[in-house]
């Protein structure tokens, strides 16, 4: 498929679904993701309750969690400083820079962690350029910020091919995304 590196290994409806017996069964010792409208919705800096429990949970699994933006330093450390997660600011997805700095810095497998996002063109493009799997989260909210315009609307004509103009079906757990993922591949002789 000519867009095949757009296309995620997995679409998960939230970054909260991917529970830590999920993660852990899968051996994911780190979970990349990205700041605005994944981790949290850019109007809302102090997250929700949901956000802050799945930290608390991963945290104690052992499971670190990595923002990976294309954010300013200053504003990543403004968004995240007070929620204890590590973090690489001006990434510069879709180049897979920020995922090969954290693979380095913390000794990773790249079979050892997940790149979240809610955008294909950086996200999920980063993914597949650093070779690790790619989890696509609907947005937290509607609303995105300006810069994000053209990107949702290029995504939009991309998921159309991907996805045969059918709408991509989410799911509510990463062992679901997981068995679907398997299912089609059984489909399709793989």
């Not at 998960?12 to 529970?19: C, K, P």
């Not at 045969?164 to 489909?187: F, G, R, T």
Request: without cysteine.
């Amino acid at each position: 498929m000519v867009l095949n590196f757009l296309k995620p290994t997995y679409l998960v409806e939230s970054v909260y679904d991917l529970s830590v017996d999920e993660l852990k069964k899968h051996n994911i010792k780190a979970v990349l993701t990205d700041l605005d409208n994944t981790l949290l919705a850019w109007n809302n800096p102090k997250g929700t309750p949901e956000l802050h429990e799945w930290l608390k949970e991963t945290k104690e699994a052992g499971i670190e969690v990595i923002v990976v933006s294309n954010n300013t330093w200053q504003r990543v450390e403004k968004a995240v400083g007070d929620l204890g997660v590590g973090y690489v600011a001006w990434s510069l997805k879709p180049l897979p820079r920020g995922i090969h700095r954290v693979l380095k810095e913390h000794h990773l497998n790249k079979d050892e962690v997940l790149m979240v996002g809610d955008q294909m063109l950086t996200d999920v493009w980063a993914a597949h350029l650093a070779g690790v799997k790619s989890v696509l989260v609907k947005r937290l909210i509607e609303s995105d910020m300006w810069q994000t315009w053209v990107n949702r609307f290029i995504e939009n004509q991309a998921k159309k091919i991907i996805y045969k103009n059918q709408e991509p079906v989410w799911h509510d757990s990463l062992a679901k995304a997981v068995s679907k993922k398997e299912e089609q591949e059984l489909h399709d002789g793989k």
